[in-house]
């Protein structure tokens, strides 16, 4: 069918590889129609108006078939899935096309985050991707809930630097944000990458930098683009979900479900495979679980660590590929030096990771720092013990001056007394020790 409406339209379309499949820089399906038609000279719209009668879909006004290919329409995703990418691998000879679209993840990914935008990008990516003869926007940046750069840590941006284009004039994110060409805003023709053209010399424009969360998240749903789901490969998060249950929780459904902070009933579709979490939680269940979402969603449980709070070799694995280690080294670097008064479990709640990563980023300071400590605290303890027996002397002195008898209780009392943050056992060490020399 697709190749007689090819044949009968007489013609074909330029060989253009995608880019970037295969990893999380995988090019969208919007990117690459804008590449084809910039390869054949048409302005964007007018070449999917002149597509849009072979796409096989009922009549419908342009705008609709415009819409299909903005990054973000996720509902239409289906369509796109069944008719254009067809349609496309029979006019460019170039087959896989569909990784270009999120509808190989099927429902999983159609749930749009609340905070999607219409289009955003990454300006460093665009800049690599000039630098290196293939700008495209990424699939990756059409998920809602991506909102930084894996590879650069830095924040997406879908505002136009140069004329302000997608924002409304109220300042909310616009509806559409127009491309001529990939990285190459509609509206004034500007270049969305860091360097502007038409001051090569300049410095490269500020990005501001993203939470470390937010390029955690970035991450691990990278991992979906990088793999998509195969044609044989299903849904199978219940599989992981119940290797975990049973590995950290001894089988424990209500225990699982209160460390993930839901409800049992919840957790209980989930176990059961009849509800998939939706995307949001996915991600943090794949953060909290320390396993690649991929593998989360897919059931492999080779990367579960073999324990939640000591490190198996997928979990370290992780913990190395985290993003900007540099970064965290400073931090801690800084804490270290700043604020000596803190233990490492301390120093790892403000800087929001794991205690043991302390050790894992700064293993010298990190020693050098416990050591200290428990020298400090075993000091502070002796000058404790030292007050104690004082006290007990004192008490002793006091009772053999006046002739009076005394009980080991009361010792123990004068120690407390003297001491009282003394933990039982101390105050009795504290007595013996100091009846001990008393005899002597
Ligand atoms: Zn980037
Ligand atoms: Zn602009």
């Known amino acids: 069918m697709q190749n007689q409406i090819a044949s009968r339209a007489g013609f074909t379309l330029a060989h253009l590889p995608l880019l970037g499949a295969g990893s999380s820089r995988t090019e969208s399906l919007a990117s690459y129609v804008l590449r084809l038609a910039h390869a054949h000279g048409y302005r964007p719209n007018d ?50 096309l569909a990784v270009a679209t999120l509808g190989t993840w099927g429902s999983l990914l159609t749930r749009r985050g609340s905070d999607a935008v219409v289009r955003q990008w990454c300006p460093h990516c665009l800049e690599d991707g000039h630098r290196s003869g293939g700008a495209h926007m990424h699939l990756l940046w059409s998920v809602g809930l991506v909102q930084a750069c894996p590879h650069h840590g830095t924040e997406l941006e879908s505002v136009c630097p140069h004329c302000g284009a997608g924002r409304t004039p109220s300042g909310r994110p616009a509806k559409r944000f127009a491309m ?42 990278g991992t979906l683009i990088a793999r998509p789901l195969g044609p044989e490969e299903s849904l199978r998060v219940h599989c992981t979900l119940n290797v975990a249950k049973d590995r950290y929780f001894g089988g424990s459904m209500v225990e699982l479900a209160r ?112 050591d200290a400590r428990r020298m400090e605290q075993s000091e502070a303890r002796e000058a404790v013990l030292d007050e104690a027996a004082q006290g007990v002397m004192t008490h002793l002195a006091r009772v053999e001056s006046v002739g009076e008898c005394t009980t080991v209780r009361d010792l123990r009392a004068a120690a407390a007394n003297e001491a009282p943050s003394l933990s039982y056992a101390d105050q009795q060490r504290v007595v013996t020790e100091v009846l001990k020399d008393w005899a002597a």
């Open 180 to 221: 001529h060409a990939p990285g190459v805003c509609a509206s004034c023709g500007g270049w969305l990458g860091t360097v502007d053209p038409r001051q090569p010399q300049a410095s490269p424009r500020e990005i501001p930098q993203a939470s470390n969360h937010a390029v955690c998240v970035a991450e691990q749903i």
């Open 47 to 96: 070449f999917i108006k002149l597509l849009a009668p072979l796409s096989g879909q009922a009549e419908r006004d342009a705008g609709q078939w415009i819409g299909q290919f903005l990054d973000t329409r996720f509902s239409d995703e289906a369509s796109v899935l069944a008719c254009w990418v067809p349609l496309l691998e029979q006019l460019t000879g170039v087959s896989g």
């Open 259 to 370: 460390w993930i902070g839901l409800g049992k009933s919840t957790v209980h579709g989930w176990l059961s495979g009849e509800v998939v979490p939706e995307l949001r939680r996915l991600v943090e269940l794949a953060l909290k679980l320390r396993v690649p979402l991929g593998d989360l969603v897919r059931g492999c449980t080779d990367s579960l660590p073999l324990s939640l709070t000591s490190g198996s070799a997928g979990l370290k694995s992780y913990v190395r590929a985290e993003p900007r280690p540099d970064e965290k080294r400073a931090d801690l670097r800084q804490l270290f030096e700043t604020r000596p008064d803190l233990s490492i479990r301390e120093m790892a709640r403000l800087l929001g990771m794991n205690p043991r990563d302390v050790y894992y980023y700064e293993p010298e300071l990190a020693r050098a720092h416990s």
